[in-house]
Nanobody, 123 residues
């Protein structure tokens, strides 16, 4: 599967953005999907994950209550709605996919990766 993330940009602190990740292939509905981010000089970190059926989602503590992950299997797309953005949310955001049960939260759990989209939050 190929992944294309988009929707990043520059936003002021307290603002919102919605990231999208479009997937190719007819088996999108079989994949767990995740969002990760990487700030300059830091390791890639987990943000959110959603299982293949859109069931129980999982979030990093740093974004819980502010970000929402969702998916539309008919459109082969996963979303990340980001509200109440903070300067520390500034990073390149990546979507990832893997055929697995549950909501994986480690980089090593995902085989397919998109190219990333930059989110910059100004103070």
């Amino acid at each position: 599967v190929q992944l294309q993330a988009y929707g990043g940009g520059l936003v002021q602190a307290g603002g919102s953005l919605r990231l999208s990740c479009a997937a190719s292939g007819r088996t999108f509905s079989r994949y767990a999907m995740g969002w990760f981010r990487q700030a300059p000089g830091k390791e890639r970190e987990f943000v959110a994950a959603i299982p293949w059926n859109g069931g129980s989602t999982y979030y990093a503590d740093s974004v819980k209550g502010r970000f929402t992950i969702s998916r539309d299997n008919a459109k082969n797309t996963v979303y990340l709605q980001m509200n109440s953005l903070k300067p520390e949310d500034t990073a390149v955001y990546y979507c990832a996919a893997d055929i697995t049960i549950g909501v994986p939260s480690h980089v090593r759990d995902y085989y397919y990766w998109g190219q990333g989209t930059l989110v910059t939050v100004s103070s």
